[in-house]
């Protein structure tokens, strides 16, 4: 793609949830359970008491990444969400400038995300706050924001979702700040029958939106 290599903090477009991953990412507007708090946190208003999910994924070599997340209505305040997700990459030798073995570190990602939904009027409404971390040899961080929306249509069961994902400062290692890979999502969900439903999705990454 045009963008490729324009942003840092890759992990962050990893999804969350097996069945989620599984649909191609097409989650906008339909993730109800923990995992919206990756994919939309509107859609947290769709857990009814507690929800908690868990992924593990072993890549290449040493490379692991892993998700976590919870969710729990509290009456009628509202939804509250948290999610981790960690991104590692094993063990990797350092070595100077003549080549020789002085030790080894291990490079990690890491985003923990807070993040709060309620239903006004029609419209469901969720957003996050979330902590970033990267750590190569050097560590850099940084503070991000996620803002979601979704809206049902019940007389045809379908449930359109629009999301803003990672909007906030870059990591800076040392001097140059490289940005979060910002993205502006809508898509919208339809329900067959009460276990056969669709989804899809329009999505836009580097803040351009594509229609």
């Not at 477009?13 to 097409?26: F, I, V």
């Not at 509290?74 to 063990?91: D, E």
């Not at 850099?140 to 999301?163: E, H, Q």
């Amino acid at each position: 793609p045009s963008d490729a290599g324009t942003s840092t903090a890759q992990f962050l477009k990893l999804g969350a949830g097996a069945k989620e991953s599984g649909m191609g990412s097409a989650q906008v507007a339909a993730s109800s359970d923990a995992n919206a708090v990756y994919w939309n946190p509107a859609g947290l208003n769709g857990v009814q008491d507690m929800s908690v999910s868990f992924m593990h994924v072993n890549w290449l070599e040493d490379i692991t990444y892993d998700w976590l997340g919870f969710a729990k209505r509290i009456n009628t305040v509202g939804v509250f969400g948290f999610g981790v997700q960690y991104m590692g990459y094993g063990s990797i030798k350092e070595t100077n400038e003549v080549g020789v073995h002085v030790g080894d570190f291990t490079p990690n990602d890491t985003a923990v995300t807070f993040s709060y939904a309620r239903k006004i009027s029609d419209i469901e409404f969720g957003g996050s706050a979330k902590y970033i971390s990267s750590r190569i040899k050097r560590s850099a961080d940084s503070v991000a924001f996620d803002a979601g929306a979704r809206y049902k249509l019940k007389d045809i069961k379908l449930t359109l979702g629009a999301v803003a994902t990672n909007v906030g400062p870059g990591l800076k290692y040392v001097s140059e700040e490289s940005p979060l890979p910002l993205m502006i999502k809508v898509g919208c969900w339809y329900e067959i029958s009460n276990n056969v439903w669709s989804g899809s999705k329009i999505q836009g990454v580097q803040d351009r939106l594509f229609v």
